[in-house]
């Protein structure tokens, strides 16, 4: 195993923590910290390794230049205390966690097993596959998506303005 291989391992390591402290950290702002890392490191990871530029530049200007700057806006709208906080070292939100990380990496370990002996090897994807799949075939989960994001915004004002 060459340093290559040992870096990739690293950052996806790093990558793996920082999505389990999106889940376990019960400070919002904290979480959303983790996220931001989980995010700039997934966009490493396809820019460096895995050969997919276009994926490494949208993960940067879609998630983390736009959805998360609109997370911390709604998290900066509902404007939680500090006493409203309390960590606990065994919460049942890490626990939960930890129990769908375990699910995860079965999942992709089956993935593996069962897809590996089939398996082609990889064929290079263009943007313009991905758009024609996402605005033909996939254009209504796009647009459902975005209502649900945008109703999870309105309950974050409204829950915000309770507050008030």
């Not at 389990?20 to 983790?34: E, F, M, R, T």
């Not at 995010?39 to 949208?58: E, H, K, M, N």
């Amino acid at each position: 195993m060459g340093i290559y291989e040992l870096s990739f391992i690293a950052f996806g390591l790093i990558v793996f923590l920082s999505g389990v402290g999106v889940v376990a950290l019960k400070n919002p702002v904290h979480s959303a910290l983790a996220l931001l890392a989980n995010l700039t490191l997934t966009a490493v990871l396809y820019l460096s390794y895995l050969s997919a530029p276009f994926l490494g530049v949208v993960q940067i200007i879609v998630y983390v230049g736009a959805i998360l700057v609109f997370i911390l806006f709604v998290i900066m709208l509902m404007n939680v205390r500090k006493e409203d906080i309390t960590e606990t070292l065994l919460s049942p939100r890490l626990l939960f966690g930890l129990g769908a990380v375990v699910v995860f990496v079965a999942q992709i370990l089956a993935l593996n097993i069962f897809v590996s002996g089939s398996a082609q090897g990889a064929k290079y994807i263009h943007a313009k596959d991905i758009a024609d799949l996402l605005f033909t075939k996939y254009v209504l989960p796009f647009e459902l998506v975005s209502v649900l994001i945008f109703a999870a915004a309105c309950g974050a004002i409204a829950l915000a303005k309770k507050r008030m």
